[in-house]
């Protein structure tokens, strides 16, 4: 395993933002990993776990080891008539992974198709979309202690998955590197197609029995039509969560927001959408220099070329007072900064 000095990240992060690691190593086992994370030479400096980059906002250089998990593999576990279990390495692409599971007709991921990232980087953040959250999924979670090398098995349980959260961003927040996700898929599919711009596309497609297939072609539709490619324009997809607000306070904003869409999460609670609030807000199709917020999903904050980290943050929290100051309602950041 070669370790570099002084690594360029630009190419490692959806963004594209220029940033510098101080050191950068592939890793690309658990043999490798354990045999860096012993090492005296490199024990005491800090670390800095780096997947697929598709979630976080570099404001500055990176004055530490930088891992870069490439380890891969999908290994089935075990199988009868419903289920089956794999393992799959944190390196993996994560639409890979659906796309794998598209083809062997395992159902569970399909509505998750087309997001960017790795398979480490999706328990992290307990990531969603239309209706379906990876937790629903997951079994348990393998990781490396940093600390000792040592490896630990999360059970779901003790993954504490919440909206867009986990153990692994709250209480063992850099403690730990994600080396590997256990999945239970099912051979037997219980679709989700609830999601209004689903059944439409569905339609339009003329499926009205749909398989896992449809699904998964259905959600790439939807997200191309409304989300930027990191490949032509740097963004990391959803910048903001969701809201989630008291029932009452939703109430009192309809009274002078009659079309304010709603999502209920529970008896108490419920989901406003952050791109309606920001569009609304007057942000959507915003530039400001090389940075802004995209023409189609105000959601999403974008690179066009040559922005910085510090400019795409302080555009963020410009859209966070002007939401605040408008709605009363605090965004909360989905995208890491570092």
């Known amino acids: 395993m070669q370790i570099q000095a002084n690594y360029p990240l630009r190419n490692y992060n959806t963004f594209g933002l220029e940033s510098t690691a101080g050191y950068f190593a592939e890793v690309t086992s658990l043999t490798e990993l354990k045999a860096i994370l012993t090492d005296p030479e490199w ?9 697929g980059g598709s979630n976080i906002l570099f404001t500055q250089n990176i004055n530490a080891l930088v891992l870069h998990v490439q380890i891969t593999g999908i290994e089935k576990i075990s199988e009868d008539e419903a289920n089956i279990r794999l393992k799959v ?25 087309l997001i960017p990232g790795s398979v480490g980087a999706a328990p992290m953040q307990n990531i969603g979309a ?3 959250e990876v937790k629903n999924v997951i079994e348990s979670v393998e990781a490396v202690s940093i600390d000792s090398g040592e490896t630990r098995i999360f059970s779901k349980e003790e993954c504490r998955f919440g909206y867009r959260e986990s153990i692994f961003k709250k209480e063992a927040k850099d403690q730990y590197v994600i080396t590997g996700v256990n999945f239970i898929l099912s051979k037997k599919p219980n679709l989700n197609v609830g999601y209004g711009d689903v059944q439409k596309t569905l339609l339009e497609m003329n499926v009205t029995e749909p398989t896992i297939r449809d699904v998964s072609e259905a959600i790439m539709q939807i997200r191309r039509s409304k989300l930027p490619d990191p490949a032509k324009i740097g963004n990391a997809g959803s910048f903001f969560k969701n809201p989630e607000i008291p029932v009452g306070v939703f109430e009192e904003l309809r009274k002078n927001n009659p079309n304010i869409p709603g ?29 802004g917020v995209h ?9 066009y070329g040559g922005g910085t980290g510090h400019e795409i943050k302080q555009l963020s929290e410009q859209i966070q007072e002007s939401v605040k100051s408008k709605f009363g309602i605090s965004l909360n950041a989905e995208v890491n900064f570092i």
Not at 43 to 51: A, M, S, V, Y
Not at 89 to 105: D, I, L, Q, R, T
Not at 269 to 286: D, F, M, R, S
């Open 295 to 303: 023409e189609k999903q105000a959601l999403v904050l974008v690179n």
């Open 43 to 51: 024990k005491q400096k800090p670390k800095f776990i780096l997947g």
């Open 130 to 132: 239309y209706g379906v």
């Open 263 to 291: 999502y209920p999460v529970d008896n108490q609670t419920v989901k406003v959408p952050a791109g309606w609030l920001i569009e609304q807000a007057g942000w959507k199709g915003y530039r400001t220099g090389n940075v």
């Open 89 to 113: 390495g944190a390196g993996e692409g994560w639409h890979a992974f659906v796309m794998y599971c598209v083809e062997k007709g395992y159902a569970g991921v399909e509505n998750l198709s």
